[in-house]
């Protein structure tokens, strides 16, 4: 079965700093993608940014880019500039070729004024 | 917004009682899912459902049924409702996007607590 695993269970910034959220996952599969869903405090779910396995490229949308290797199965997250409303808990998931996805533990992030 | 809704979004129950969680859409996307969210162990699937009257089991079924009589309407059942079912409980949608990337969407949750 394949797990996902989130190191960090809480993580601070600076507004206007960097910072990075890790997230390790398992899998005998080749043909899979990642992603990153965000969780402010009204509890919504948001997707953030998504990754296919079988693209070198790293995705990026906006502030918020990943750090994609692949064959170390990581799959880190780093939001630039941060912003208040950046806050919240954040969610790695992993879904191989079916529908059903995986999610880490989560990690929440705190931005300090 | 992906046009998902749930019912009712807080409810407070008793030990022993039934309780059934809607998640209605409107865009008629096939496949459907109930997960729940706990403290430590981020979201965990349920149930899903493939189409109508087509479900399978996730990794936390024990305690839950759930039913598709049509597209738009996914319902997770309680049949009798205990402790350690009181939790968030999300339903999701799978879309389709480029490729044979689907990527999924949220409602916005019932909190449920079993008393």
């Known amino acids: 079965a394949q797990t996902v695993t989130q190191s960090q269970p809480e993580m601070s910034v600076q507004e206007a700093e960097t910072v990075t959220l890790s997230c390790t996952y398992d899998t005998s599969e080749s043909d899979y993608y990642l992603f990153w869903y965000k969780q402010p405090p009204s509890r919504q779910m948001i997707l953030v940014i998504r990754?296919?396995?079988?693209?070198?490229q790293n995705a990026t949308e906006n502030r918020f880019s990943v750090n994609f290797q692949k064959a170390a199965k990581s799959f880190s997250l780093k939001i630039s500039d941060s912003q208040l409303g950046d806050a919240a808990m954040y969610f790695c998931?992993?879904?191989?070729?079916?529908?059903?996805?995986?999610f880490g533990e989560g990690t929440q992030l705190t931005v300090n004024p | 917004d992906a046009g998902i809704t749930q019912s009712p979004r807080h409810k407070v129950t008793e030990t022993g009682t039934p309780v059934t969680l809607r998640c209605h859409q409107t865009?008629?996307?096939?496949?459907m899912y109930w997960y729940r969210q706990d403290p430590g162990h981020g979201l965990r699937l349920i149930h899903y459902s493939y189409g109508v009257k087509d479900t399978d089991k996730g990794e936390v079924s024990d305690g839950y049924s759930v039913s598709r009589s049509k597209t738009e309407d996914f319902l997770l059942t309680l049949e009798s409702a205990t402790s350690s079912q009181t939790s968030v409980y999300f339903c999701?949608?799978?879309?389709?996007?480029?490729?044979?990337?689907?990527?999924?969407?949220f409602g916005p949750g019932t909190r449920l607590t079993v008393t």
């Open positions: 990754q296919e396995a079988y693209k070198q």
């Open positions: 999701a949608i799978s879309v389709h996007r480029t490729g044979s990337s689907y990527e999924q969407y």
């Open positions: 998931a992993y879904r191989s070729s079916g529908s059903r996805l995986t």
């Open positions: 865009e008629n996307h096939r496949y």
